[in-house]
């Protein structure tokens, strides 16, 4: 579950020149229950933005949330179709071996630099 407040509450996510709302924004009415709704108001008088702001951009937020998640279940779905092979397996554990040895070495070299 997406923490809407947690991430809508941060100030820096909408700068103040970029909460106007497109001048072709088509008007909606929604019910909200009143807690929602509380959260909302005290979310949007702390980043100083409108109501439609705060809105168009959770709708923002949750469509590119989804977009991900979709993106990352073709993925599994792919790999689950299409496995590694043992050989792409072995390759995998290689390079990742030889990572973590650079990895270790980088750290021995900057302690003694």
């Known amino acids: 579950?997406?923490?809407f407040m947690a991430y809508f509450s941060r100030k820096e996510f909408i700068p103040k020149e970029e909460?106007?709302?497109p001048t072709n924004a088509i008007k909606i009415?929604?019910?909200?229950?009143?807690e929602d709704f509380k959260?909302?108001?005290?979310v949007r008088k702390r980043?100083?933005?409108t109501r439609s702001a705060?809105?168009?951009k959770a709708i923002h937020y949750w469509l590119s949330k989804s977009k991900e998640e979709e993106m990352v279940r073709q993925y599994i779905e792919g790999y689950r179709?299409?496995?590694e092979t043992p050989e792409e397996l072995e390759e995998l554990t290689a390079m990742e071996k030889l990572a973590l040895e650079t990895w270790s070495k980088e750290e021995e070299w900057d302690?003694?630099?």
């Open 19 to 21: 909460a106007d709302m």
């Open 39 to 42: 959260l909302l108001e005290a």
């Open 47 to 49: 980043m100083g933005i």
């Open 29 to 34: 009415a929604i019910s909200l229950p009143k």
């Open 1 to 3: 579950m997406v923490d």
């Open 111 to 113: 302690e003694k630099g």
């Open 54 to 56: 705060l809105i168009d």
């Open 81 to 83: 179709r299409h496995p």
